[in-house]
Nanobody, 124 residues
Framework: QAPLIESGGGLVQAGGSRTLSCVAS????????MGWFRQTPGKEREFVAA????????LYDNSVKGRFTISRDNAKNSITLYMTNLRPEDTAVYYC?????????????????WGQGTQVTVSS
């Protein structure tokens, strides 16, 4: 079983909202930075948002800044991505990742643990 489990994907109309969740399975990630990434066919996994180990700092890609919000609940070993004003170009498989160490990075290869992904499709 993947160490991280994403949920919340689905079909949504442009302009709508969706909340993705990621729960750790079998281990705790309270001392890890966490991030959300997305991937479309034929493209590399790209950075969306990240949050530091205690949730004090966050970072967003410019394409989602002001529309997406990342948060975490270490007591529940989970992170959330709240997405609003969704656009067709947000369509992708969304993955959460865990990076050893308390501070985030944007390259996907800095993240050690991944979930299986959840598909988000935004219709125009």
């Amino acid at each position: 079983q993947a160490p991280l489990i994403e949920s919340g994907g689905g079909l949504v109309q442009a302009g709508g909202s969706r909340t993705l969740s990621c729960v750790a399975s079998g281990r705790t990630f309270s001392n890890y930075a966490m991030g959300w990434f997305r991937q479309t066919p034929g493209k590399e996994r790209e950075f969306v948002a990240a949050i530091s180990w205690a949730g004090s700092k966050t970072l967003y890609d410019n394409s989602v800044k002001g529309r997406f919000t990342i948060s975490r609940d270490n007591a529940k070993n989970s992170i959330t991505l709240y997405m609003t004003n969704l656009r067709p170009e947000d369509t992708a498989v969304y993955y959460c990742g865990a990076k050893a160490g308390r501070w985030y990075e944007t390259p996907a290869d800095e993240y050690t643990y991944w979930g299986q992904g959840t598909q988000v499709t935004v219709s125009s």
